[in-house]
Each structure stands twice: as structure tokens, then as C-alpha cells.
């Protein structure tokens, strides 16, 4: 079921200095932004004895009018939960309530608000398209006891509160089946009765006793279409399909019909329908639409219906909408409409989708559908300035707009989110914004959780690296960069390569002096006849002398291999690994990369396997030496640390040469709350090959503990910190692989972790 989101006027209510890379400067809005405080994983606030692998979300949320009680549905648990945010930055899980004790095992909350005492609870209790049904719950918070029912008629979704407390409005969506056919159509279409309806809430004195109904109904006698529908120019005007509710100050209602791309205006005290416009259409150029692994921002979409999700007025004449799309559209940005002539008086175009690019969160895997998805919008003022924040749902960020002139919004930053963030909730009585994520992947330890954001002076932690314009005015793609190198000549570069997330190989400068620091190019690699190639490239050395050595895992032993490129990214050679060594390997292969020069000036490589060969000792991995005049390997041995964690693993992910010394990445298979282990380790640099058969161990120093700055950031801790290099000036620089927003948040940490000198104790 699509989910709406809640109206904003509901708000009422180590050894060295670690830290992420600044992102000064990079907003327009200067020093006063919005910073992340906290992200609070709510399958922590399961009931006692609850596998804590089964799924529960946070979907829509409200607050007390003192800004400190947080509610939040789970739909697929069935219940509702309950935050203390007294300390934002330490949120408190306060239990749930099922909607199991208050009626069916089956029933679903789909909305919440929250009026003076009590929070309104939208329920879904339907069970079937056919027989829609639902019920409003009227929960005392400080109990959390039921003290009313209402039958709604219908099957509902979203629900808004008047800023007067006078209204409430709930979209009665009776929402289609995708699988079910009507007559002359295919399936999926329109219309698919009964019509969906508003059923106002007239909240008269302070008892939910008084508390009446009044059903705006959306279609005319006999399931007829009302002629402001048919007017409007609606597809399906018979089955109108309300999705999303939003008041103004004048007890104006917009609700978005989004099937029928339309929207309804109602006048909230007598019940009347005073306006339909259709959203229309619109055209994107300059966006990625094919899924086929490349960030292409070449293509385009053509007289696309907006088909609009949430809505949110900006003031009492302007409206902004998401533009997420349902069955035949979506424009992967978002509008304000002026509600007198229901005119486009701004769109965001491609600007949106090209936010996700910059910022390293575009998820090619929607390409071909509806790109990011807009799905929630809110607007609340803060500090005498009014601020849109509008989320995406495919790439996890939320969008943050000046609205100061509502036909003009001005971008002023993005925030992280975990996955499929849904609910938006302004609390600006506290400077607070909360998020609520719908994803919960607890096979990939990528949880649902509630974010908080606070407005304030400083610069915020994200974005710690972005992506510069590249050829014809688009940002240059980027993500999945798990390795690093410095630049030789130039003190503040560095390189990064994508891996198999993507189809073709690119080598990436980086502009590391720069706060956020920037993505400036990107060069293609080819194969040996000059053909894009795509490898799975998981480390890569900038040679001195010129081109690039990168370390290709592959998905079997002997598909990884060292590759030699020129300077232009050609493929020069190609270097398998021994047979014996690329049968004792599994899926997590070679990892990293790095270069050395012998006592007699020779190039010397070295690898670093990610897990052990199934023919070594548990526990110990092999570090790679490669004689390149001789073409001859030898190894070393690694001891990993240990875990005791049911589905964990330790394993390497980088390898770089630090004077006289290795230094790796040593990490955990964790991620968030569960992450244990993110480390830089170093061993003695051999200053001679093994002798063949032995793999003696080296000896490791623990250099540098990264979890600390990777907690930080105070969101989803990522799993996969897989880059680090010491740049030309001496800094030393590790990065984390957003797996190119596939089954992890997408967020890409780059940190500075401070001269070489303090983290590895020498120049």
C-alpha cells in the first residue's frame, strides 16, 4: 500500500583526531543548515521476547505538542510506537501498542496524528479491494489507552490536522488492485470501484466524544462522476483515488486524487469541493532512464503525467507536490501549484534526480522506472524562514528548499537517510526535522530507523564528498568507490574506481583539499582493443611512473587477477593469479592494491585477499607480493581478529604502503548499531619474497580504530569502509563503498584521518 505523509501543520507541537570531511561551504544557505543527531533503529523498540530479525518499520509519524513524544506506525507490524526525543540526540525507544489488542491481528495503521491528549490512529481493516474498510483510533497518549472508534467507510490512507485543531481530514483512498482487470481495460487500470471519498473530522470541544464525521464524497449519486472531475480532465474520474491530505490556514483541504493525476481543493467547514485541476504533464531531459549499470544522464521522458503523492501548501494560495508517479507516471521531481488557477507556477524539472548524482545516491537499479520517486514533501518555517524538505524515496535523502518566495524555491542541502524514507515531520518548537524509513532489510543489516535533524549554526557532517559538473552541464556520476590512491605529482588528489556495481569500469579523480571534497573526472577503462570493459575493480595504485595497477576480484578464484593500465586507461596487461592460490578462493577475492620499489629499484605489487583460501589456516589471509620484472608471486600472512556474531566475518579491503610498513583496512561484515570493528593495521613491509610454499605471518600494530569516526556521523553506520591512501601532502584519506544504494543506505563517508605522522607514527 502507498503511504502518505503526515502534514506539516501536525508539528504543533583513536590515535589521531578522526573526523568526517567538512562540507563548509558547499551550501548556499551559509552557516545556519540542518545537521543529522541521531538515527534511532526502531526494531530496537520491539516488544520483549521479538526475533529482532523480524521485520518492523517506521512509516508515518506525529509528536506531542511539547515536541517530545514521537509516534510512528508499523505497518507490517501492526502497531504503533513510541519515542521519547527529549534528547534528540539521544532518542529513547518507549515501547508499542498493537492494533492486534484494539481489534484484528490483520489490521494496519497507515497514518497518525497527534490533536492536544491524543493520538488519531488511521487503521486499515480491509480484506479485499472489493470491500474496503477502516476505522479511526483515538488513543490517549499518556495511557495509550482507546478512548473512541470511528467507522470510517472505507478503506483510508493519509490524515492531516487543521493548524486551528478545528478539522481533521482523511483520505478515504479505496485504493485499485494492480492485479485486477476492469472491463475494456488491462490490468492494474481504472477504475476499480467503489470510489474513494474525505471524510472530515469536525474535533468540536476537547472530548473525542464530540468528535463527528462528515464524508466529502468525491463521486455522485450511484458511483456518478461529479462534473468538477470530469471538467478537470481526470482519467478515471468515477474511481477518484485520494492519496494525500494537507490544510492550509484558511481550513483550505488540497488532496491529491494521484492515479487520476489531479488535485482536489476543499473548504474544510462546509464540506464543498471549490476546485479540480489536473497535475498535468511534464517533460525531463537530461536523466538517466535505461537501467544498464551506467550513470547516463543523456536521457529523457516525454509528456509524463505527475501524478503527485504528497502535497503540502506553502502558504494559504501555493501548493508544493512529489511527483513520485504510480502507473503511468511520475517526473522524478516536484511542483508548486497556484490553487486559484491550478497553473504550474514551478517545477523542479530534472534538478532532483541530478541532486542524487551529486551527492553520490543515484540508484541505477530505478533508471528505468521512476528514477528517485518524490514521495513525501513537507513545509514548515523555522526561525522566520519556510523550508520544503522533499524525499526521495529510491535514493534515501531528503531535499531542503528555501521557500522564503514560494514560486522560487531555493535548494540548500541534502540529509542522509536510511532506506525508503516516508514519513517527514517538521518539529521546528525544537529546530527538529524527523524521518521515518519504510526499508527494513535485516538480512543485510540495513534496518528501518527515525532520523532527527537539527537546525543550527555549523557546518553538518554530509555531504563529505560530492561530484563536480562534468561535459554538458551534468554532475558527473559517481559510487561504489571501495579503493584509493594519491595522485603522483599532485598533493591533494586522489584516485578511486568504481566496481562491478556498475557496467563500466571508471577511474575517478578526487579533489581532497576541497571541503566536501569533489569528484573533477573521470576517465574510462578499456579493454586491450580500446573497448569500455567493466571490472570489478576493488583497489587501484596510480603508478609513478605512469598508468594505474588495479586489483579485479571475481565472482570464482580464477577471475581475479591483477590488471596494468596505461595512462589512458587501456588495459597493458593482465596478470592471473597462481592456480593454487585462485582455487582456495571464494566470492571475496583480492581487495586491495598497492606498489613498492625494491633494495634494487624493481616495481613490486601487493594484494590483499578479502577472506582466507579454503587451504590455510582459519583465520590467517594472504598478502600478495608480485615481482613485475620477474612475473613471479610470493605471499605473507594476515591474522584477522575474530567474531563471535552469527553471519559475520572479518576480512581485509585495503592495502596501501606507508614508508616501511603496510598498512590495511581490517573490518567487520556490520553495519549500524551491530558494526564492531573498522581498523587500520600495519605490518612489516618485506624487503624480500617469501620462500616458496611458506606464508610466514606478519606482525600487525593496530594504527588507527575508524568506528569512532564512522559513529560520528550519527547515522547508519556503513558496513564498508574499503578505501584508504596517503595523499602527496602526507594526509591520509579512507572512504566507504555505498554499493551504489544497493542494499545499503548510499551514503558514502570520506574521511580525513589526519597526517601520516599521527596516524602511523612517521612523516
Known amino acids: 500500500m502507498r503511504r502518505a505523509l503526515i502534514a506539516a501543520g501536525v508539528a504543533v507541537a583513536g590515535l589521531a583526531v578522526v573526523t568526517p570531511a567538512s562540507a563548509g561551504g558547499h551550501h548556499p544557505g551559509g552557516p545556519v543548515a ?51 526525543i527529549s534528547r534528540a540526540d539521544q532518542p529513547r525507544g518507549l515501547g508499542t501498542l498493537s492494533l492486534a489488542q484494539l481489534g ?117 449519486p450511484g458511483g456518478t462522476a461529479l462534473p468538477a472531475l470530469v471538467q478537470a480532465g481526470l482519467a478515471a474520474p468515477t474511481d477518484p483515488e485520494p492519496e494525500y491530505v494537507s490544510i492550509n490556514g484558511r481550513n483550505q483541504l488540497a488532496v491529491t486524487l494521484q492515479e487520476n493525476n489531479g488535485v482536489a481543493l476543499v473548504d474544510l467547514p462546509t464540506g464543498r469541493i471549490t476546485k479540480v485541476f489536473s497535475a498535468g504533464t511534464a517533460t525531463v531531459r537530461g536523466i538517466d532512464t535505461v537501467k544498464d549499470g551506467t550513470i547516463d544522464l543523456t536521457g529523457g521522458i516525454t509528456d509524463v503525467p505527475r501524478e503527485p503523492d504528497a502535497v503540502a501548501w506553502t502558504d494559504d494560495r501555493y501548493l508544493a507536490t512529489a511527483n513520485e508517479g504510480d502507473w503511468r507516471g511520475g517526473t522524478r521531481g516536484w511542483s508548486v501549484f497556484d490553487s486559484r488557477t491550478g497553473a504550474v507556477a514551478w517545477d523542479a524539472g530534472n534538478t532532483f534526480e541530478r541532486l542524487a548524482v551529486t551527492y553520490g545516491l543515484h540508484n541505477e537499479d530505478r533508471a528505468g522506472k521512476k528514477g528517485t520517486e518524490p514521495e513525501g514533501v513537507a513545509v514548515a518555517e523555522y526561525d522566520d524562514v519556510r523550508y520544503a524538505f522533499v524525499g526521495s524515496e529510491r535514493s534515501n535523502f531528503v531535499a531542503v528548499y528555501d521557500l522564503s518566495n514560494p514560486t522560487k524555491p531555493v535548494f540548500r542541502q541534502v540529509l542522509p537517510t536510511t532506506n525508503g524514507p516516508e514519513g517527514l515531520l517538521p518539529i521546528p518548537s525544537r529546530g527538529l526535522l524527523a524521518v521515518s524509513s519504510e526499508e527494513d532489510e535485516a538480512s543485510v543489516g540495513v534496518r528501518a530507523s527515525v532520523s532527527l535533524f537539527r537546525l543550527g549554526q555549523g557546518t553538518p557532517g554530509f555531504p563529505s564528498i560530492v561530484s563536480a559538473t562534468g561535459a554538458g552541464g551534468a554532475p558527473i556520476g559517481w559510487g561504489a568507490l571501495g579503493a584509493l590512491s594519491a595522485v603522483p605529482g599532485e598533493p591533494h588528489q586522489l584516485y578511486s574506481v568504481t566496481d562491478a556495481a556498475y557496467a563500466q569500469t571508471r577511474i575517478l579523480t578526487v579533489d581532497a583539499q576541497r571541503a566536501p571534497a569533489v569528484v573533477t573526472a573521470a576517465l574510462p577503462v578499456r579493454d586491450a582493443a580500446g573497448q569500455p570493459v567493466g571490472y570489478d575493480a576493488e583497489g587501484i595504485f596510480a603508478r609513478p611512473q605512469g598508468g594505474f595497477w588495479l586489483a579485479v576480484e571475481g565472482a570464482k578464484g580464477p577471475e581475479n587477477k591483477l590488471i596494468r593500465l596505461d595512462a589512458a586507461g587501456v588495459t597493458r596487461q593482465v596478470v592471473p593469479l597462481p592456480a593454487e592460490v585462485a582455487a582456495g578462493l571464494g566470492k571475496q577475492g583480492l581487495e586491495g592494491v598497492t606498489a613498492s620499489t625494491d633494495r634494487h629499484g624493481r616495481e613490486v605489487v601487493w594484494v590483499a585477499v578479502q577472506r582466507e583460501l579454503s587451504t590455510d589456516p582459519a583465520g590467517t589471509v594472504r598478502l600478495g607480493r608480485y615481482d613485475v620484472a620477474a612475473g613471479t608471486w610470493s605471499w605473507f600472512g594476515y591474522r584477522l581478529n575474530g567474531t563471535t556474531v552469527p553471519g559475520d566475518w572479518i576480512g581485509l579491503s585495503e592495502i596501501t604502503v606507508v614508508g616501511d610498513r603496510l598498512a590495511v583496512i581490517e573490518r567487520d561484515k556490520l553495519n549500524g548499531p551491530a558494526a564492531a570493528l573498522k581498523r587500520v593495521y600495519t605490518v612489516p613491509l618485506p624487503d624480500a619474497a617469501a620462500a616458496p610454499g611458506t606464508l610466514p605471518v606478519l606482525p600487525k600494530t593496530l594504527a588507527v580504530d575508524v568506528l569512532p569516526a564512522l559513529l560520528a556521523t550519527h547515522g547508519w553506520t556503513q ?34 584521518l589526519g597526517t601520516s605522522r599521527q596516524v602511523f607514527g612517521r612523516r
Open 104 to 220: 484484528d491481528a490483520e489490521d494496519e495503521p497507515t497514518s497518525v496524528a497527534v490533536v492536544g491528549r491524543y493520538v488519531l490512529v488511521v487503521v486499515n481493516t480491509s480484506r479485499g479491494y472489493t470491500e474496503p474498510s477502516g476505522r479511526l483510533d483515538v488513543i490517549e497518549l499518556a495511557t495509550r489507552t482507546r478512548v473512541r472508534s470511528l467507522d470510517l467507510g472505507g478503506q483510508p490512507d493519509s490524515i492531516a490536522i487543521s493548524k486551528d485543531q478545528r478539522y481533521a481530514a482523511i483520505a478515504i483512498e479505496n485504493e485499485r488492485d494492480e492485479e485486477a482487470t476492469p472491463p475494456g481495460g488491462e490490468a492494474g487500470d481504472l477504475p476499480q470501484l467503489p470510489g474513494g471519498f474525505v471524510q472530515i473530522v469536525d474535533l468540536a470541544g476537547a472530548a473525542p466524544a464530540g468528535w463527528r464525521l462528515r464524508p466529502v464524497p468525491l463521486t455522485g
Open 34 to 84: 540542518f545537521d543529522r543527531v541521531a538515527a534511532y533503529p526502531v526494531f530496537q523498540n520491539r516488544p520483549a521476547g521479538e526475533d529482532p530479525a523480524s521485520p518492523t518499520v517506521a512509516e508515518i509519524s506525529a509528536v506531542s505538542p511539547d515536541g517530545r513524544t514521537l509516534v510512528y506506525t508499523d505497518a507490517l507490524a501492526r502497531r504503533i510506537g513510541f519515542l521519547d
Open 719 to 752: 558496513e564498508k569502509l574499503e578505501g584508504l591512501t596517503v595523499a602527496g601532502d602526507g594526509q591520509v584519506y579512507a572512504i566507504t563503498d555505498n554499493d551504489a544504494v544497493q542494499d545499503a543506505t548510499g551514503e558514502t563517508v570520506f574521511l580525513r
